[in-house]
């Protein structure tokens, strides 16, 4: 593995389904973010985690959930997925959550909730 | 209010030519930092440059260089002797602080589509 990763690459989900995106880094980093990507609109960040064991929300968290059980592993939940959380979804991390630290992206996740 | 404002959607430049991306910006902060990303059509985020809101002077990496008016709120990217691979996505972005949260997350304004035409 070198940098981060995320599973799977793209997936198709019906709506009221449970999925849980992964994303791994070995880069040893401390913060990490899961944001979206919608047409017209930029990244928005959904949530982030300054270090293991904690976590915290962006700007769109609802209908979302994150863990930070380790260094390396920042999963995200849906828990019953509905159509408008379709969208690409980038993990990321930075060294650290301050500074000039800039933020490292994975490759995406696309994901089609029908 | 957007945070960061990207106002061309779309730009098109000559091979070799330089371009300059917009990028303004809305803070309160006196300490923030600014950020260009660069996304392909294959879909990967890439980092280009950093502007920190004490530097004194312009970043510059490469080909890159951002225009830095701190007055104007203003980090415009120009990209100097443009190149077929240079088609893609930018993004601006701005890193603030945010009281009693503790993390300094990034937004990101909705971007611009260059094209280098041969």
């Known amino acids: 593995i070198a940098g981060i990763t995320q599973a799977p690459t793209s997936q198709i989900l019906a709506a009221g389904r449970r999925m849980t995106l992964r994303c791994t880094q070995d880069?040893?980093?401390?913060?990490m973010y899961w944001y979206r990507q919608d047409l017209g609109l930029g990244l928005r960040l959904i949530h982030y985690?300054?270090?293991?064991?904690?976590?915290g929300k962006g700007e769109v968290p609802d209908g979302y959930s994150v863990s930070r059980a380790n260094t390396d592993d920042f999963p995200l939940t849906l828990a019953s997925a509905v159509p408008s959380q379709t969208s690409v979804y980038f993990c990321?991390?930075?060294?650290?959550?301050?500074?000039?630290?800039?933020?490292?992206f994975g490759p995406g996740t696309r994901l089609t909730v029908l | 209010a957007q945070k960061i404002t990207q106002t061309q959607p779309g730009m098109f430049v000559q091979e070799k030519e330089a371009v300059t991306l917009d990028c303004t910006y809305d803070t309160s902060d006196q300490s923030y930092g600014l950020f260009w990303y660069k996304q392909p059509s294959s879909g990967e985020m890439i980092f280009l440059i950093y502007q920190g809101s004490y530097d004194e002077q312009n970043a510059t990496e490469g080909r890159y260089s951002l225009n830095f008016q701190k007055a104007r709120k203003s980090a415009n990217l120009v990209i100097s002797a443009s190149q077929l691979g240079d088609s893609a996505m930018y993004f601006c972005a701005m890193r603030e602080t945010y009281s009693g949260a503790g993390s300094y997350q990034l937004t990101f304004g909705k971007g611009t589509k260059l094209s280098v035409i041969p």
């Open positions: 880069m040893r980093h401390n913060a």
């Open positions: 990321a991390s930075s060294l650290g959550a301050s500074g000039t630290h800039e933020q490292f």
């Open positions: 985690s300054n270090t293991a064991g904690t976590t």
